[in-house]
Every structure is written in structure tokens, then in C-alpha cells.
Nanobody, 124 residues
Framework: QVQLVESGGGLVQAGGSLRLSCAAS????????MAWVRQAPGKEREFVAS????????YYTDSVRGRFTISRDNAKNAVYLEMNSLKPEDTAVYYC?????????????????WGQGTQVTVSS
């Protein structure tokens, strides 16, 4: 069983930055592909970014590429999402998610474990 706990959300003005963190339990964390998925009010969950178990490959949805950076520290069982140049349309609950038994970089919203989410609100 894997537990994921997100932190770092909050209220920020457009153009600002936030850094989300996700702390994971379990000794197998370093073998999991990890991702960030968000859900805005009244909308379906949306893939944001993902990173391979080794940390050397990542993938982003078009709307955040160049503004967001996903990274991980396997020694600390943690994954991060650095968000810059934030826009009001980035407002959502951001979820950390893990995909086990996955060699590459996952794309989409099908994951084995989810965190409880952290709210990010970007004001205009």
C-alpha cells in the first residue's frame, strides 16, 4: 500500500509561482512512475505532468509545458511540481498519483494510488 500526501498549495496572483510537494510512503517508491493530475471546479480530472521512476524522463500537457517542472527525489520518497507564470486557468485541486509496474512515462489519468489533493488558486 502506498500513501501519498500533497502540500504546498495556496492562493497566488497571476504570474506568481508555487511549489507543490508529494510525500510518499513505502520502500518501492523509487520503482513507481509518478504524476500530477488536476481537477478544476465542474471539470474532469486533467493530466498535468509525469516522471519516470528513474527521474530522467518527464512529460507535460501542452498548457503547462515550459511553465511547470516535475522532479523527484527517490532518496526522500518525494515528487515535486514547480509551477511558474501561473494563470487563473491553472486554478484546481492538484493530485499526486503513482503508477506501479510502469517502465516509461505515463500519460493520462489512470493510476494505482492517489493523494488527497491540494488546492491551488490563481487570482487575476
Amino acid at each position: 500500500q502506498v500513501q501519498l500526501v500533497e502540500s504546498g498549495g495556496g492562493l497566488v496572483q497571476a504570474g506568481g509561482s508555487l511549489r507543490l510537494s508529494c510525500a510518499a510512503s513505502g520502500r518501492a517508491f523509487s520503482s513507481y512512475a509518478m504524476a500530477w493530475v488536476r481537477q478544476a471546479p465542474g471539470k474532469e480530472r486533467e493530466f498535468v505532468a509525469s516522471i519516470k521512476w528513474s527521474g530522467d524522463y518527464s512529460y507535460y500537457t501542452d498548457s503547462v509545458r515550459g511553465r511547470f517542472t516535475i522532479s523527484r527525489d527517490n532518496a526522500k520518497n518525494a515528487v515535486y511540481l514547480e509551477m511558474n507564470s501561473l494563470k487563473p486557468e491553472d486554478t484546481a485541486v492538484y493530485y499526486c498519483a503513482a503508477k506501479t509496474q510502469w517502465v516509461g512515462v505515463p500519460i493520462g489519468i489512470e493510476y494505482d494510488y492517489w493523494g488527497q489533493g491540494t488546492q491551488v488558486t490563481v487570482s487575476s
